[in-house]
């Protein structure tokens, strides 16, 4: 147990209450801090995915990375037991958008983003594959805007 000053302790705090300091100094960054940039380390993934786009028509395209596991978790323990979906932001909003092509991935587009529902079964030599035209708006998502 922490040993408490004569100030602490006329202030009305326990030893116990030292506990829930520290959690506040350390943790608060998490929560709280806008200057701190919090990214994953980088690590080898499961599957690469790009965007690019030509004159209005995009195409996400996403390549395996381990042969036939590539869609199956890696660790069933916790978030991973379902299958966690393929989602890629886009940089701007969009508008207007059509599907072209879908390669039976069936996926879902919104104005700031695209979500795949996880195939689960990898063909490594199929096509993972969308294309849809749609229009720019000139503001940043929500989820970007610092």
């Not at 700031?112 to 195939?119: G, Q, S, W």
């Not at 749609?134 to 610092?146: C, H, L, W």
Request: some cysteine; glycine content about 6%; hydrophobic content about 35%.
């Amino acid at each position: 147990t922490a040993s408490l000053s004569a100030e602490a302790k006329a202030a009305g705090l326990r030893p116990f209450d030292g506990a829930g300091l520290l959690h506040d100094r350390d943790v608060v960054a998490f929560y709280g801090d806008p200057r701190w940039s919090a990214t994953m380390a980088r690590a080898p993934t499961a599957w690469d995915q790009t965007l690019d786009e030509r004159d209005g028509l995009y195409t996400l395209t996403i390549t395996p990375n381990r042969g036939e596991r590539t869609f199956q978790p890696i660790n069933t323990n916790g978030s991973q037991r379902g299958g966690r979906p393929i989602v890629h932001f886009f940089p701007k909003r969009l508008t207007d958008v059509r599907l072209i092509e879908d390669n039976g991935l069936e996926p879902v587009i919104a104005d700031d983003f695209l979500l795949i529902p996880n195939p689960s079964q990898c063909d490594p030599h199929r096509c993972y594959m969308v294309r849809f035209k749609a229009a720019k708006v000139d503001v940043k998502p929500a989820a970007q805007i610092r």
